[in-house]
């Protein structure tokens, strides 16, 4: 079957971070996801990507609970979605943060706890310590006290990723993190990811740009309001396949393969 | 620790509205025997502080929170005038809602100052709104009112400075019989109307007690309250009326008001082809050193205005 | 005890108008200032104006009420249930049709109030009959026309509005500036924002009191704005604002007492200068730090000149007299660019001369190579040789790192610049231990492979070969290499480029 998505991916003995079994989403006639299934491994670096309007970020809605599937369901670690509220953290797109609200970097850092602590409560010592630990992963320690818009790009990146962390979830679904950023920055923000991962937590990342994609993730989902493949970066980075989900010329994305193929050893 | 705060905070919120309701309901000392300072009368109008001074001579400081040409009606209190209030030994008002949102009677109320209220005795003029009737409280424009007014002062004054009462008693009397002999020569004066001609069209409606006592026909485009109070504020149909009234009743001439804005009065005037005759004191008397300076002189003038006008 | 206690009666009793005027409107500051915070950080300070306005509708709504339905004559209570009504429908109409129709939420608001506020002239007029009330004295309000009963209904929003902000701090926090994290976390997000609603329904009632419904917005919002201006954290933006509130509240009337005028619009416009004060002066985000950060600032192209100069002059020590001669610009310019310089750790002032150090070294090295570069790039399209270096000169400011490794890429990295000067090696990307395409190695710089691209299969090259590059041949566009076992190796640009190696610690 054409429709079929490519069975790229190795089955993993341990449960897997998120399965999304018959996923489809819709808010008309269209469906914004149709059919969609897919077995996400713990501790791996995810990257979806696919054309504008793909449905890329109503799957991550849908992962976070914030949209209800007419059909299918999402399982966290083997829990559905709204039972495993605080396992997966959001890390939001630069753009649609209120960069002069008066709230420091520790601070936010910090709002990662408060699914933990009672509304009456103040934040515990041991709160304040995941926070500082958190800003320390990311290495935003010295700039603890600044006011979130007085920091660079990269560095309110991280900040979120920070409070992604403190929050003690597992899996992390960062939206777009690498757009509007110059190279030295998506650097920085790639080796945060690689030692968050190295932590041992899954990340899932919308990502925009074909050619970086191959080089910073493990495995890729190529959605296009359905599921075209999911797997390894090299298996899913067909030059066919691209062609088909963006619609574009077969030259076009040899040149995008083969480097692809090139920083895999 | 945040439970903590609030608790602390909601106490000192209730606490200390509470301590002010106590010392508030806490009787006043009436001690004033160290004072050597004359005691004080504060009035809200021009009128009733003439009243007033009549009364009293030079024996107390007699205050009114209005200036000349004020409008009692839309007046804002200032914090000057609430200290005056503070300190005073008797307040005076006109009442039936002359004062806007009755602000003489709550100052006097929340400082613990005895008040008198003018009109207290007088038989109200009622104007029907519907089903409402409200009390026309420009009363003091019938000298028989008035007298009632002066009576009221008098009682307050001897009951907090008994002492001088004689004296009181004294002026009063000479005060009432100068009133006495005023309405006989207004009614003189009236006469020199036509009876036909005898319609009186004002700024607002605050003549009825006049045009009562001395045979007018009042009409004016706005209620008897310049403010938004219920029968106050000018309605289109008010004024299409007056326009009616006076093209109907052949009226010779109409009257602007000292202390309302007279630009109502001249389009009416223009609109019905009549000429405005001269400018009343209404709600206000004149400044210290014209003539409407006091209730005798302002009567007088008012009428010689009217008969001057309409003869 | 008794005498003390006699005393402050007796000072009461003649201020008993200033006592009450400052209680009332002390408690009302407060409340406004901390829910104000919330307004202008939810962007609601339209919707604020709104509230106040409908309130007008509410409060004849529920004189009616009150007075039809049980004979209650102007009910303190029923009228205050009457304005939170009105308020909450305004806000759900708002949202209403901002939320179904294409009708921005600014349009629908104005819409709203407008129609609300005018239904409640409109039942204020046809029920006229029945109203006793002074609608205009309702709107304008006076602080020292507060009754006992006003003040019982002040402290008790005060202390339901305080609770409110102080226990749930952190949800209110979250859910004004991440809600969609906030709701991902299981706060009610919507059940919150309603309670806001309701707090600045409540506060708007009171303050009314206090400066009118025309004005009450400003005094919600304006203490509010200037607190924004001086923090950086929420917790202290709310008791700064309730600071700025309650000040301008009792400059305000005491200055209306001073020039004896009604105290509201002294309150607001005290409000105001406070704030026009603060943004002029606020220590970081005012207009006059700003502008003195700005004429502190040296160009930049200033500061890579006098770096550049430096450099090139060579010396140990280079007098300041040298670099004022060189640098194009004025000589104030250059003190504060050697300034920011020696802040920055670049270069050492020492007397009336400096000297670079080991970053200024380097970082004046990477400007020159970027120089050079760009002067190469330039003669490479057609740029007259005499015109080179002023070009250039402009140029060398682009000299993002990108940037310039893109010029050495696309110029066959080049070791000569058009003068014959030479052009210094990419020593920020060579430096031991680092993963290098062969093309950036000089004579002498010893490697060992790491992997072969493409255009390097079929060299005989495996990966842990060591290898040591030799002078580049025919006019640069050939690389040699001396492989072990005394093999020679001649290798293309493109050839070079495929050849990954790791240079050795030296």
Known sequence: ???????????????????????????????????????????????????????????????????????????????????????????????????DFPVTVREVALMG???????????????????????????????????????????????????????????????????????????????????????????????????????YFDMIALVKQRLYAFGPTAAVLQADLLAEVYEGRLQAFAGLVRRGKEQSP | MRILLAIVVAAFILGSVGLYAALVSHPRSEDRSQESRRLRLVCSTTQVADFARQVVGDRWEVVSVLAAGQDPHLYEIKTGDAALVATADLCAENGWHLEGKEWMARLATMSGRPLVTCVEGVEPY????????????????????????????????????????????????????????????????????????RVLVTSHDAFNYFCHEYGFRAAAPTGWSTGEEIGGGATPERRAQVVESIRSMGVRAIFVETSVNPKLIRVIAEEAGVRVGGELYSDSMGPPGSAGETYLGMMRENTLAIVEALR | MNEWFDGVLAWHATHSHLVRAMLAGVLVAMVCGVTGCYIILRRMAFLGDAIAHAMLAGVVAGYLLMKGVFGLEANAPGMLVGSLVAGFVTVALVGFVSRLSRIKEDTAIGIMYTGVFAAGGLLASLFSSYIHLDLLHFVTGNVLAVEMVDLWMIAGVATFVLLVVILLFRPLQITSFDPVMAASLGIPVAALDYLLTTCTSLVVVSAVNIVGVILVVGFLVTPAATAYLVCDRLSRMLVVSACFAVSSFVLGFLASAWINVAPGSAVVVTSTLQFLVVLVIAPRYGLLSDWLRRRGAVPQRIVEDVLGCVLRDGSTATPIATVQAHVASAA???????????????????????????????????????????????????????????????????????????????LGHPLVDPHGAAIPEDFVHLTPGAEVPAALLREGHEATVVALGEAARGLALEVGLRLVAGPRRQDGKVWTFRLPAGRDLELSHEQADAVLVRLAKS
């Open chain 2, 126 to 197: 009622q104007l029907t709104e519907g089903s409402l009737a409200v009390h026309d409280p420009h009363a003091w424009f019938s000298i028989g009112n008035a007298r009632i007014y002066v009576k009221n002062i008098l009682a307050a004054v001897c009951r907090i400075d008994p002492e001088h009462r004689d004296e009181y008693e004294h002026r009063t009397a000479l005060y009432l019989e100068q009133l006495q002999q005023l309405d006989a020569w207004i009614h003189r004066q009236v006469e020199r109307i036509e009876p036909r001609e």
């Open chain 3, 332 to 410: 104030d310019q250059v003190q504060k660019a050697l300034r920011g310089l020696q802040r920055e750790g670049l270069l050492v002032v020492a007397g009336d001369a400096v000297t670079l150090t080991e970053a200024g070294q380097h970082e004046a090295r990477r400007l020159l190579r970027a120089h050079r570069l760009w002067e190469t790039y330039l003669e490479r399209l057609g740029t007259p040789l005499t015109k080179l270096h002023d070009h250039a000169h402009d140029l060398e400011h682009v000299h993002d790192e990108n940037a310039v490794d893109y010029l050495d890429d696309q």
């Open chain 1, 113 to 215: 706890r408060f699914g933990r602590v009672r509304w009456w409560r103040e934040p515990s010592a041991e709160d304040y310590r995941a926070a500082d630990e958190a800003l320390e992963m990311v290495r935003m320690t010295p700039y603890r006290d600044r006011q979130i818009g007085q920091l660079s790009g990269g560095q309110q990146q991280r900040v979120f990723m920070a409070r992604a962390m403190a929050q003690g979830a597992d899996i992390l679904l960062l939206d777009e993190p690498f757009s509007g950023v110059d190279a030295a920055t998506e650097r920085a923000i790639l080796d945060v990811l690689e030692r968050t991962k190295a932590g041992g937590r899954t990340l899932i990342v919308v990502h925009h740009d074909l050619a970086t994609a191959a080089e």
């Open chain 1, 1 to 99: 079957m054409t429709t079929a998505p490519r069975e790229t991916t190795s089955p993993s003995s341990a449960t897997p971070a998120i399965e999304v079994r018959h996923l489809t989403v819709s808010y008309g006639p269209v469906p914004a996801l149709l059919d969609v299934s897919l077995s996400i491994p713990a501790g791996q670096l995810i990257g979806v990507i696919g054309p504008n309007g793909s449905g890329k970020s109503t799957l991550i809605k849908a992962i976070l609970g914030f949209v209800r599937p007419v059909f299918g369901e999402v399982l966290i670690f083997g829990q559905p979605a709204e039972r495993a509220k605080g396992r997966v953290a959001y890390v939001p797109q630069r753009g649609s943060v209120d960069w």
